[in-house]
């Protein structure tokens, strides 16, 4: 099979099959779209004959029980005044002596709006509701049913209304204008003869709120009679697609394949005719003759398909001596790129040096690294531009690379997609993410975020695939050194916190203890020191558990940080104790804090493990710098002291330092371990 030939097949499956199967779905489509708006039309007809049939029912039954609720000798008079004003076609009043009726009341037999009592007959002359009297007298109020009738009511059903016999079984061949009077025909009905037989004839055969439908196309309803709806009949409504509309679908298909073949035959003929020129220049290329030219022939798709083919033969040798260059190029950045992550742990000369590196390797004009903090981007190094720039991760160019992960090369203008507001300006970029993963995830150290840690973009002139697998080696790398970094600094906040409480722990205490001391003495201010200590812990534990002893102690250091001030520092010194340095307060502010937080453990009892409500108190001794000590050593030993006192004392309170302490030891010492005082 030749080109053309698979060319005009496709062309003309790929036009015709979509316009068959619309074709059949819209033929199809339309049929159901007709017969669910005729079921809603039946609906709604339906709802609207009953309703309009209830309240007059309701009406006539108003009319009775007025009438009945006058005197015996004047109901007849009010029943004619009723009538006169149009609430009933007529009363009659049937007592035990006899009956009457108003005047021109519509001859029996009535339907009554009970539901009950319906006669053998083949239709009835008018809708009645009655009260009945303890004396045995009925009073009825009745409705003239006739053709008129019959049209008020469909017009306010907006469907055709047939009015059905009431009993099959009784036969009368009398008409009367469009009434019929036959077991087999309708008493009334708003359709031709023909269609109102069908209809009646497919009613008679359905069973309450029964739909059927006829052969010519017409949705029916049976409704009644029941209370309320004294009545049987037949609402109908047009359920099928006109003649015209199938019609017309099929000439539309038809005219559609005609132009689909004419078209197809002539854009094969005319495509196909310069690719053969085209396909031989090509085999000579492939045999190593880059001097190989086609002519071009015109402007169109064909016509630049000629002339970029000339010009790729043009620059096929450059480009390959240049791929050369740029290779041994790579290797050797890879390789500085390489010697900078293994000798480092400083973040900004990484970056700046991968961001150096992948400009070179790109030949990109400019560039910038972003890293995402708090679903931001912010960027952290930049090359020709300004690196003050924040970008929502998720917006712009760089916030969607951040957050679906997935790296994009192009165009602003042909490309898309629309920059950020606060994003660099650009035409051509090439932006990948550092979302490679690494050893601090994978051991559970750093949680994997559920976007990319940070983008690499490059802008400049236009990018090839080449330079986007390059940046992303580069990024993968710039993602390993960051895991680096990141293991780096965790292990540094480990080194100084308490892996249970979160608090800085007795190592960082030393240091921070002799720091802070010196800054007091050399500014000439008060240092405050807290030296806390739970009652009865050792109860906890072993009452409990330690696992509930574990959390007590979370849930403690958790208060404490509610009640201190962010200049505060606080520590655990192991164990049940604690140690708040309060910088630049003296013994009233550490006595408020100290009343704070055995307030803020008194009031409420801790929840260890869910099950567990355990009540604890704290005992705090206080001591102050350079009232109680002349450095940070002798100041901590001072407020452990006082501890003592506080614990000696009854627990669930706080001792201040009774005075300054000999110092023991140098300022530049660390604080030595505080003794442990009985009972704690």
Same mark, same amino acid.
């Given at each position: 099979?030749?080109?053309?030939?698979?060319?005009?097949?496709?062309?003309?499956?790929?036009?015709?099959?979509?316009?068959?199967?619309?074709?059949?779905?819209?033929?199809?489509?339309?049929?159901?779209?007709?017969?669910?708006?005729?079921?809603?039309?039946?609906?709604?007809?339906?709802?609207?004959?009953?309703?309009?049939?209830?309240?007059?029912?309701?009406?006539?039954?108003?009319?009775?029980?007025?009438?009945?609720?006058?005197?015996?000798?004047?109901?007849?008079?009010?029943?004619?005044?009723?009538?006169?004003?149009?609430?009933?076609?007529?009363?009659?009043?049937?007592?035990?002596?006899?009956?009457?009726?108003?005047?021109?009341?519509?001859?029996?037999?009535?339907?009554?709006?009970?539901?009950?009592?319906?006669?053998?007959?083949?239709?009835?002359?008018?809708?009645?509701?009655?009260?009945?009297?303890?004396?045995?007298?009925? =009073?009825? #109020? $009745?409705?003239?049913?006739?053709?008129?009738?019959?049209?008020? !009511?469909? /017009?306010? *059903?907006? +469907? &055709?209304?047939?009015?059905?016999?009431?009993?099959?079984?009784?036969?009368?061949?009398?008409?009367?204008?469009?009434?019929?009077?036959?077991?087999?025909?309708?008493?009334?009905?708003?359709?031709?003869?023909?269609?109102?037989?069908?209809?009646?004839?497919?009613?008679?055969?359905?069973?309450?709120?029964?739909?059927?439908?006829?052969?010519?196309?017409?949705?029916?309803?049976?409704?009644?009679?029941?209370?309320?709806?004294?009545?049987?009949?037949?609402?109908?409504?047009?359920?099928?697609?006109?003649?015209?509309?199938?019609?017309?679908?099929?000439?539309?298909?038809?005219?559609?394949?005609?132009?689909? =073949?004419? #078209? $197809?035959?002539?854009?094969?003929?005319?495509?196909?005719?310069? !690719?053969? /020129?085209? *396909?031989? +220049? &090509?085999?000579?290329?492939?045999?190593?003759?880059?001097?190989?030219?086609?002519?071009?022939?015109?402007?169109?798709?064909?016509?630049?398909?000629?002339?970029?083919?000339?010009?790729?033969?043009?620059?096929?040798?450059?480009?390959?001596?240049?791929?050369?260059?740029?290779?041994?190029?790579?290797?050797?950045?890879l390789g500085v790129l390489g010697d900078t992550l293994s000798s480092t742990h400083d973040l900004d000369r990484i970056l700046h040096v991968?961001?150096?590196?992948?400009?070179?390797?790109?030949?990109?004009?400019?560039?910038?690294?972003?890293?995402?903090?708090?679903?931001?981007?912010?960027?952290?190094?930049?090359?020709?531009?300004?690196?003050?720039?924040?970008?929502?991760?998720?917006?712009? !160019?760089? /916030?969607?690379?951040? +957050?679906?992960?997935?790296?994009?090369?192009?165009?602003?203008?042909?490309?898309?997609?629309?920059?950020?507001?606060?994003?660099?300006?650009?035409?051509?970029?090439?932006?990948?993410?550092?979302?490679?993963?690494?050893?601090?995830?994978?051991?559970?150290?750093?949680?994997?975020?559920?976007a990319a840690r940070g983008v690499l973009a490059l802008y400049g002139p236009d990018f090839n695939d080449q330079d986007l697998v390059t940046?992303?080696?580069?990024?993968?790398?710039?993602?390993?050194?960051?895991?680096?970094?990141?293991?780096?600094?965790?292990?540094?906040?480990?080194?100084?916190?308490?892996?249970?409480?979160?608090?800085?722990?007795?190592?960082?205490?030393?240091?921070?203890?002799?720091?802070?001391?010196?800054?007091? /003495?050399?500014?000439?201010?008060?240092?405050?020191?807290?030296?806390?200590?739970?009652?009865?812990?050792?109860?906890?534990?072993?009452?409990?558990?330690?696992?509930?002893?574990?959390?007590?102690?979370?849930?403690?250091?958790?208060?404490?940080?509610?009640?201190?001030?962010?200049?505060?520092?606080?520590?655990?010194?192991?164990?049940?104790?604690?140690?708040?340095?309060?910088?630049?307060?003296?013994?009233?502010?550490?006595?408020?804090?100290?009343?704070?937080?055995?307030?803020?453990?008194?009031?409420?009892?801790?929840?260890?493990?869910?099950?567990?409500?355990?009540?604890?108190?704290?005992?705090?001794?206080?001591?102050?710098?350079?009232?109680?000590?002349?450095?940070?050593?002798?100041?901590?030993?001072?407020?452990?002291?006082?501890?003592?006192?506080?614990?000696?004392?009854?627990?669930?309170?706080?001792?201040?330092?009774?005075?300054?302490?000999?110092?023991?030891?140098?300022?530049?010492?660390?604080?030595?371990?505080?003794?442990?005082?009985?009972?704690?």
């Open positions: 099979m030749t080109l053309r030939t698979r060319l005009t097949t496709a062309f003309l499956v790929m036009v015709l099959g979509p316009v068959l199967l619309g074709a059949v779905f819209v033929g199809v489509t339309a049929t159901q779209v007709s017969a669910d708006r005729a079921t809603e039309r039946l609906d709604y007809a339906s709802s609207a004959v009953r309703t309009t049939v209830g309240a007059l029912c309701r009406q006539l039954q108003t009319v009775a029980e007025a009438v009945a609720s006058t005197q015996d000798e004047d109901r007849l008079a009010i029943a004619a005044q009723f009538v006169a004003r149009g609430a009933a076609s007529g009363v009659h009043i049937e007592r035990s002596s006899g009956g009457e009726t108003t005047p021109a009341a519509p001859p029996p037999p009535w339907a009554d709006c009970s539901g009950g009592g319906h006669e053998a007959v083949a239709g009835y002359e008018a809708i009645s509701a009655r009260a009945a009297l303890s004396d045995g007298t009925i =009073i009825s #109020a $009745a409705t003239t049913v006739d053709v008129q009738f019959v049209v008020r !009511l469909s /017009g306010a *059903s907006g +469907a &055709a209304l047939t009015v059905l016999p009431a009993a099959p079984t009784v036969s009368n061949t009398q008409e009367l204008g469009l009434k019929r009077v036959s077991n087999e025909e309708p008493i009334f009905s708003t359709l031709q003869s023909e269609e109102a037989s069908a209809v009646a004839q497919i009613a008679n055969g359905l069973g309450q709120d029964a739909l059927g439908k006829t052969a010519g196309g017409a949705l029916v309803r049976r409704i009644g009679p029941v209370a309320g709806q004294p009545l049987p009949v037949a609402i109908s409504v047009d359920a099928g697609l006109p003649r015209s509309t199938h019609l017309m679908l099929i000439f539309v298909v038809m005219l559609t394949g005609l132009a689909a =073949i004419v #078209a $197809a035959w002539w854009l094969a003929r005319t495509a196909t005719a310069p !690719l053969v /020129g085209l *396909s031989q +220049a &090509a085999e000579k290329v492939a045999a190593g003759d880059l001097q190989t030219r086609v002519p071009v022939t015109g402007s169109d798709e064909i016509g630049r398909l000629a002339s970029a083919f000339n010009h790729m033969t043009r620059e096929l040798e450059t480009y390959v001596t240049a791929l050369t260059a740029s290779r041994d190029q790579l290797r050797g950045h991968i961001l150096q590196t992948a400009r070179h390797a790109t030949g990109a004009t400019s560039g910038l690294v972003l890293l995402a903090e708090q679903g931001v981007l912010v960027g952290k190094c930049a090359s020709e531009m300004d690196v003050d720039v924040r970008v929502p991760i998720g917006d712009g !160019l760089v /916030g969607s690379v951040a +957050a679906t992960g997935v790296p994009r090369m192009g165009r602003v203008d042909r490309d898309g997609p629309r920059l950020a507001e606060t994003e660099p300006e650009c035409e051509s970029y090439v932006v990948v993410p550092f979302s490679s993963p690494g050893l601090a995830e994978a051991a559970g150290i750093i949680p994997a975020l559920p940046l992303r080696t580069f990024a993968g790398q710039a993602a390993v050194a960051l895991d680096n970094v990141r293991v780096h600094e965790e292990a540094q906040r480990l080194s100084v916190t308490d892996s249970l409480t979160g608090l800085f722990n007795y190592r960082s205490l030393r240091e921070t203890l002799r720091r802070e001391a010196d800054r007091a /003495g050399r500014f000439g201010r008060k240092l405050a020191v807290l030296a806390l200590d739970l009652d009865h812990f050792k109860e906890i534990n072993d009452r409990f558990g330690h696992a509930a002893g574990d959390a007590v102690l979370a849930e403690f250091a958790q208060r404490i940080r509610y009640e201190i001030r962010e200049v505060d520092i606080a520590f655990r010194q192991g164990g049940e104790e604690f140690v708040i340095l309060l910088p630049e307060t003296d013994d009233a502010g550490g006595i408020a804090v100290a009343e704070r937080l055995c307030e803020a453990v008194r009031r409420a009892p801790i929840m260890a493990l869910d099950e567990f409500s355990i009540p604890v108190t704290v005992s705090i001794g206080i001591a102050v710098l350079p009232d109680h000590g002349m450095s940070g050593v002798a100041v901590l030993r001072a407020a452990d002291e006082a501890l003592y006192l506080a614990k000696t004392s009854g627990r669930d309170t706080f001792r201040l330092a009774g005075g300054a302490l000999v110092e023991v030891g140098g300022a530049s010492g660390g604080p030595q371990a505080p003794r442990q005082a009985q009972g704690r």
